[in-house]
């Protein structure tokens, strides 16, 4: 058997360690904390109908109270309701991101008022929380008559009590999608049975010879306070059908959850006019007149027979054991957006990869032990349905304040309903208990309190990391623990259902009484079955569903990525017809997807039929385009295999631009070629074509200065120094240019080159100038790399060149040496002087051909020395900088390849 963790959905934030003093961060920035689709449409529906089956908790006391003037309070209530369920349609198209439905809407409408809102969610979240409770307790209570009446004994209530308490939550702690399962199982048939009660009854009431008639004889006196008193409870019932609303985000179709309060909308009429006409005419019930079971199966013996004992009893069982799902499944969801939205603890926003919200859920099942441990139905009803009624009443508020605004619908209506429901609520509340009122009042305050103190204690698990680290991955050995508390939950319920199945049949044994054995067997049927169904929610169901949820995201990011690849993708049979084509390849074949199946690939590629039979993997091709264009399409195939069939995968990238680059390319570096062959040329022609007329400036320049020398004037001797001055700067500036040109164009190969031999030819051929400025050279070892000669030899010459010329007042004292790290491929080598030195903002100019810090005047040159040595270096794969101050000397650092790469020898 595998092993189905609870896993999140991980995000970088999935790295957050845990720590016991983390503090809580922020629900709605982690993606850990969202929901996503997990639920079918008719899942969501049957979370949504299970409010109309409260009606069976709030119809018979308010018409054993009211008689036939329940009718009158029933009407307004169920015309609000339908408009509320189409207001909350509205709102959650508007707002598809939220959870929660209706009291997460009022927060938003009242966001200007965030105590309000908060107080709203509160309510509301205590009225759902308390419908798990109240559930069980009636079921409990109903099955210890049933016991009492059989004379069977020795059956603890409060056991039983807290046993059907806690089943739906093992169930929602299993998942959300299990639940919902289990949910649908019940919900079928009890929904079912509770139309067929109403429109049986009302035919039978309208055409049955034996009815008492479709009308009342007398609607009797109407009394305000107890029509205001019973309207108080009943809106827990007929608002409640808008709980669909609150699994939006749970939803795989969202616009099929906004029909579901559509049709519920449609069926509030017929279940709470429809049902309570029926009830009305025909229960008959005298003492204990405000008993659901007494009145239903009175009401319904005319025309179910006995077969209504049954049927009752299990629609009864039925609709607790649903409450307390929905209420398990819709209480967290309330919590969860109020965390997103920041106006309740982030550690609420925490929700699992099965859509569980553990804390949330936490706090739920606390919420209901509590109101279990209090136990007076009356008055956990009376307390829960205040805050409730709040709720809606503060929804109206919100959708008056609103008005205008795209999300709201009816704001006058609003406005009415808001004023009446103002003065129901105070009358009704009145009316039951002031001092339940005071306190259905005061509990959303609690649990805000609660809220707050959970905020400032952010320990254990009251904190979001706490969570993210439970709902994490888990290593081998902590998946081995969690299927074994999985097999241990499952062993207890199976336990549990046999233990229960055979303790019935057995007390069944010794019921004489015909329609008690029906009904302890149709309340055991149902609990045996949905303690069944909650043990495969615990085994089979979750791995099923994780089987399922994993081929639908494989499928669904399978479409996403072929509708999103830029490239086209074909899919093709074993025909070569194609089966499947993305949107991608309408464009490469300028024809509709629905065209392109069935099509033979060959046709539309010619020559891939070939290449495929060659086992080529990828090849290029040529397609002519319908507007005479033409396109050249790389093809890549790969073959898929399912063991039944071969198919392969055609993915085709448009080259076209690639291929029209590639032409231009070698277009322009032929032109290059070209270009530089005629550089050279023109190079050659400068090294001769141009100082030829120099040289003959400078000549006839001497002849002319020593013919006039004693009858030319002063002025006349300087102009003619001046011409044979600029001949010669000139001429240096041709030889340096042709220099710097020759660096690429006439370079050697690349040589073993001893760096020491090097240096100290330069120093020979600069003897002179040493000698002249009685320079000192400090020359350490140098290493031997690969490189040209002769241009290593120009590169040192100029930068020793450079430290002589640019002395100071002192001495040139010049040092060369280098750095090589160990285990680097680069060497450093230094030449660093004592001279005038310069400001480094200059640094990039001083390796620009003719820049020059300093006049001619001051020292002689061309400015091109600097700008041969960069380029040099740069065609070894090296690079030259300097680092000075003026007046502090300037050390120059050329860094190149110890070795040069083989292909760059051979290039050159």
């Not at 190079?683 to 141009?690: E, F, N, P, Q, Y």
Request: aromatic share 10%; with cysteine; charged share 15%.
């Amino acid at each position: 058997m595998s092993v189905s963790t609870d896993v999140p959905v991980v995000t970088s934030s999935a790295s957050i360690p845990y720590k016991k003093n983390n503090p809580p961060q922020s629900a709605s920035s982690l993606s850990f904390f969202r929901l996503f689709p997990s639920l079918s449409s008719l899942e969501v529906w049957g979370f949504g109908f299970t409010g109309f089956l409260l009606w069976l908790g709030t119809a018979p006391g308010a018409h054993s109270e009211l008689g036939p003037q329940a009718i009158l309070m029933w009407l307004p209530l169920v015309v609000v309701g339908i408009l509320i369920n189409l207001q909350v349609r509205h709102m959650a198209a508007h707002w598809p991101e939220m959870a929660g439905g209706t009291p997460n809407y009022t927060a938003r409408l009242l966001k200007n008022h965030p105590w309000l809102a908060r107080y709203v969610g509160m309510a509301y979240f205590q009225g759902w929380a308390s419908v798990p409770t109240v559930s069980a307790i009636i079921l409990a209570d109903i099955i210890m008559t049933n016991l009492d009446i059989a004379g069977i004994t020795g059956v603890p209530p409060w056991t039983l009590k807290v046993a059907l308490t806690a089943l739906a939550f093992v169930v929602a702690f299993a998942g959300t999608r299990a639940l919902s399962i289990l949910h649908l199982f019940f919900v079928v048939p009890a929904f079912g049975l509770l139309v067929a009660f109403c429109v049986q009854g009302l035919g039978w009431l309208a055409f049955s010879a034996n009815s008492p008639g479709f009308m009342p004889e007398t609607w009797g006196h109407f009394d305000f306070i107890l029509w205001a008193k019973w309207c108080f409870v009943a809106t827990y019932a007929v608002y409640a059908v808008e709980t669909s609303s609150s699994f939006m985000v749970d939803s795989k179709r969202p616009q099929n959850t906004l029909l579901c309060l559509s049709a519920a909308a449609l069926l509030i009429p017929l279940i709470f006019i429809g049902g309570s006409w029926v009830l009305m005419r025909s229960s008959g019930v005298s003492g204990n007149a405000d008993n659901v079971y007494l009145n239903l199966l009175n009401a319904s013996l005319p025309f179910w027979g006995k077969s209504a004992y049954f049927i009752v009893i299990s629609l009864i069982t039925a609709g607790c054991l649903l409450s307390c799902a929905t209420g398990c499944a819709n209480s967290p969801r309330v919590l969860y957006q109020m965390a997103l939205d920041g106006q309740a603890a982030p550690v609420f926003g925490v929700a699992s990869r099965r859509n569980v919200p553990g804390p949330a859920l936490v706090l739920t099942l606390l919420v209901s032990l509590v109101f279990l441990l209090w136990g007076n139905v009356a008055r956990v009803l009376m307390v829960t349905c205040t805050g409730y009624f709040f709720c809606f009443i503060a929804m109206h508020l919100g959708l008056w304040l609103n008005r205008g605004k795209p999300e709201v619908r009816w704001p006058w209506w609003s406005l009415g309903f808001f004023v009446v429901e103002v003065i129901i609520f105070v009358v009704g509340g009145l009316a039951w208990s002031g001092v339940d009122f005071l306190m259905g009042l005061a509990f959303p305050a609690v649990l805000m309190g609660l809220d707050s103190l959970i905020r400032r204690i952010p320990r254990g698990p009251l904190q979001v990391a706490w969570w993210i680290h439970l709902y994490r991955p888990r290593p081998y050995v902590q998946k081995i623990d969690s299927l074994a508390s999985h097999v241990t939950v499952t062993l207890v319920l199976v336990s549990v259902a046999l233990t229960l199945g055979w303790g019935i049949n057995y007390l069944l044994g010794n019921v004489e009484i015909a329609h008690l054995r029906l009904n302890l067997f149709g309340i055991s049927l149902q609990i045996t079955g949905f303690i069944a169904i909650a043990a495969a929610c615990w085994t089979t169901l979750p791995q099923l569903s994780s089987i399922s949820e994993a081929r639908e995201q494989a499928a669904a990011e399978a479409q996403h990525l072929l509708r999103s690849a830029l490239d086209a993708i074909l899919v093709v049979d074993e025909r070569g017809l194609i089966r499947l084509a993305n949107p991608a390849a309408e464009d490469i074949f300028t024809l509709p997807q629905e065209r392109l199946r069935g099509r033979h690939l060959d046709d539309l590629i010619p020559g891939v039929d070939a290449a495929i039979a060659k086992g080529e993997k990828r090849s290029e091709h040529r397609l002519a385009q319908a507007n005479g264009s033409l396109r050249i399409v790389e093809v890549a195939i790969a073959d898929i295999s399912d063991g039944q069939m071969n198919e392969r995968s055609i993915i085709l990238h448009d080259i076209t631009e690639r291929k029209q680059a590639e032409e231009k390319l070698q277009q322009f570096s032929a032109h290059l070629e070209h270009s530089n062959r005629e550089l050279q040329d023109f190079a050659s022609v400068a090294a001769h074509d141009l100082q030829e007329p120099l040289r003959k400036i400078t000549a006839f320049g001497e002849r002319l200065q020593d013919l006039c020398a004693t009858t030319m004037n002063e002025q006349a001797l300087d102009y003619l120094r001046r011409m044979r001055n600029a001949a010669e700067r000139m001429q240096s500036l041709i030889t340096d240019l042709l220099t710097l040109s020759r660096v690429t164009t006439r370079g050697q190969p690349f040589v073993t080159v001893h760096l020491n031999q090097i240096v100290k030819e330069v120093l020979s051929d600069l003897e002179v100038a040493i000698e002249k400025h009685q320079a000192k050279i400090e020359l350490q070892d140098l290493p031997v790399i690969s490189a040209d000669p002769m241009q290593m030899r120009q590169l040192l010459q100029n930068l020793i060149g450079n430290a002589l010329k640019f002395k100071g007042e002192a001495a040139p004292v010049v040092k060369i040496y280098a750095t090589v790290t160990p285990g680097s491929s680069m060497c450093q080598i230094m030449v660093a002087d004592n001279g005038i030195g310069f400001n480094e903002k200059y640094l990039d100019r001083i390796f620009t051909a003719f820049e020059r810090l300093h006049g001619r005047d001051t020292y002689e040159g061309t400015g091109i020395g600097l700008a041969v040595c960069r380029k040099i270096a740069e065609r070894h794969n090296g690079g030259i900088t300097a680092k000075s101050a003026p007046g502090m000397g300037a050390t120059f650092i050329v860094t190149l390849p110890v070795l040069q790469l083989k292909e760059n020898n051979n290039e050159h």
